[in-house]
T-cell receptor
């Protein structure tokens, strides 16, 4: 098993552009989570999926953010009309089921100029 | 609302000294607690997971204790090495919850 993977690892974009990140969880895990981490802080929860269903969204996830997990496997996180405040590390995690250990990917670092 | 605090924010020790990292949380209704390591610019590596019914977990030089009633966990790293230099994060999972709530981390530097 190769663990959780994320693509791209780094993204630099200009303010106002749209960006999309991808996360591939551990294959047998049905739960997938997105977190955001700003410099010097701990990660903050954004949203999670059980299979293809998005079951919870944080208030941090404004209407410019959308996440999908169309076939219950990989997930995408899209940010529309990026703002400088969106600059952060976006982390994806997966777990076998609720309450189980979460395994994190390497993250996607977004810089909005 | 659950709040998780890690003190100190940064710690510097000479090689060989034991490390003691503290984590406190405000709501004792937790399902489990995880300790993570994060190297600069990288993702999180899970170190230990303690279920709410457990008092401690051990893995090699690492030992984590949990006192749920007082809202505290401590991560001990024995005989520290320069390779232990990293940021250590604790996170709690609310009972019947789905999201981890993280502390701000403790940045550790082990000097050779």
């Amino acid at each position: 098993d190769t663990g959780v993977s994320q693509d791209p690892r780094h993204k630099i974009t200009k303010r106002g552009q749209n960006v999309t990140f991808r996360c591939d969880p551990i294959s047998e895990h049905n739960r997938l989570y997105w977190y955001r981490q700003t410099l010097g802080q701990g990660p903050e929860f954004l949203t999670y999926f059980q299979n293809e269903a998005q079951l919870e969204k944080s208030r941090l996830l404004s209407d410019r953010f959308s996440a999908e997990r169309p076939k219950g496997s990989f997930s995408t996180l899209e940010i529309q009309r990026t703002e400088q405040g969106d600059s952060a590390m976006y982390l994806c995690a997966s777990s076998f089921k609720g309450g189980h250990e979460q395994y994190f990917g390497p993250g996607t670092r977004l810089t909005v100029t | 609302k659950q709040e998780v605090t890690q003190i100190p924010a940064a710690l510097s020790v000479p090689e060989g000294e034991n490390l003691v990292l503290n984590c406190s949380f405000t709501d004792s209704a937790i399902y489990n607690l995880q300790w993570f390591r994060q190297d600069p610019g990288k993702g999180l590596t899970s170190l230990l997971l303690i279920q709410s019914s457990q008092r401690e977990q051990t893995s090699g030089r690492l030992n984590a204790s949990l006192d749920k009633s007082s809202g505290r966990s401590t991560l001990y790293i024995a005989a520290s090495q320069p390779g232990d230099s990293a940021t250590y994060l604790c996170a709690v999972l609310k009972a019947a919850g789905n999201k981890l709530t993280f502390g701000g981390g403790t940045r550790v530097l082990v000097k050779p």
